[in-house]
């Protein structure tokens, strides 16, 4: 089989980290465009892409089986409406959107150009994540109890002009980590009932926040933070935990139950994540199954609401109002 062609957009760090990774595999990268068109030559140079002058030539005259986006939050609906609109399949960076209306625009676009669209949570596309789903949902450890989730790193020692903490980039703990943590409960049960956060507001954005997701019977308790370093994931049932260390890019989760202990162990990397995109754009699909429109559009809405609870606008926001 050929290799699947992907036409960059952005080419700072996580260009640069899944370019490293699917280029192992059956990937190339055929077309790059970034604002910084010194970046654009030198990211095309290493991965012998074309690099092109302006997102639009790209589309026009790039040869490519669908489009990635590696660029701030702020720009994917721009950047994905464009594509989809050209007829081109898009993988996304999380957060797909900064906004419920944001990722609504995404998906009608996607249903009226008949056109793939997926959010790219590689969290989902990995064998680990799925394996723990098939625990909750077989009731190996029982009726949920609880779900306690941290997930930290210190981001404020960043530089300054760091996307990560800037307000006009949507910088903060939320939509850049806290996105992980709340698809993770999501994709395990759903919608929640209830939705509750608090969070510590500085510079225009949210540092950290513990959100509070409630269900029939349990919480999901979620920790987000840019000023500690921490990771870990402990769901409890009635008859046992499952335990994920580092559950965003696992390589292992632990059930244990009085009966016996299980370890399940898989790669979260970014090449299978491009690889099952792959597949499925190959095979017409226009939704994930991994990651369904749904589940980007209800996290967002889970976002939204915990943005509202906080009192955080971002700067772009308040100029459309």
């Not at 089989?1 to 992907?6: P, Y």
């Not at 800037?166 to 939320?174: F, H, I, R, V």
């Not at 809405?301 to 955080?312: F, P, S, V």
Request: proline share 3%.
């Amino acid at each position: 089989m050929e290799k699947f062609r992907w036409a960059y957009v952005g080419s700072d760090s996580i260009a640069g980290s899944t370019a490293a990774s699917i280029t192992r595999g059956a990937h190339e990268i055929a077309a790059v465009y970034s604002r910084n068109a010194a970046k654009a030559q030198e990211f095309a140079a290493k991965y012998g892409a074309k690099a092109y002058s302006s997102f639009e030539e790209m589309l026009a005259q790039g040869e490519f089986d669908a489009v990635y986006i590696a660029t701030p939050h702020t720009s994917h609906l721009e950047y994905s409406l464009k594509a989809m609109r050209a007829g081109k399949p898009v993988l996304c960076e999380k957060p797909a959107g900064v906004s419920e209306r944001e990722v609504s625009e995404m998906l009608t676009a996607s249903r009226e150009n008949n056109v793939y669209f997926c959010e790219a949570m590689w969290t989902w596309f990995s064998p680990v994540a799925l394996e723990v789903k098939k625990w909750v949902a077989e009731k190996r450890i029982g009726e949920i109890k609880s779900v306690k989730i941290e997930y930290a790193f210190p981001g404020v020692l960043m530089s300054r002009n760091s996307r990560l903490l800037m307000p006009e980039t949507a910088g903060g703990a939320l939509l850049d980590i806290g996105v992980y943590p709340i698809t993770y409960c999501y994709n395990l049960f759903g919608f929640p009932d209830r939705i509750g956060c608090r969070g510590k507001l500085k510079n225009g954005i949210d540092i950290e926040e513990k959100v509070t997701l409630g269900y029939e019977g349990f919480d999901c308790v979620l920790n987000m933070s840019l000023t500690r370093l921490k990771e870990s994931c402990k769901i409890t049932g009635t008859l046992g935990g499952i335990t994920i260390p580092v559950f965003h890019m696992a390589r292992l989760a632990s059930l244990k139950t009085k009966e016996r202990k299980e370890n399940f162990t898989g790669k979260t990397d970014y090449l299978t994540e491009f690889s099952r995109a792959a597949d499925e754009i190959r095979a017409g699909r226009t939704e994930s199954l991994y990651i369904p429109h749904k589940s980007t559009l209800d996290c967002m809405r889970i976002m939204d609401e915990c943005r509202r609870q906080m009192g955080l606008v971002y700067p772009f926001e308040e100029e459309k109002n």
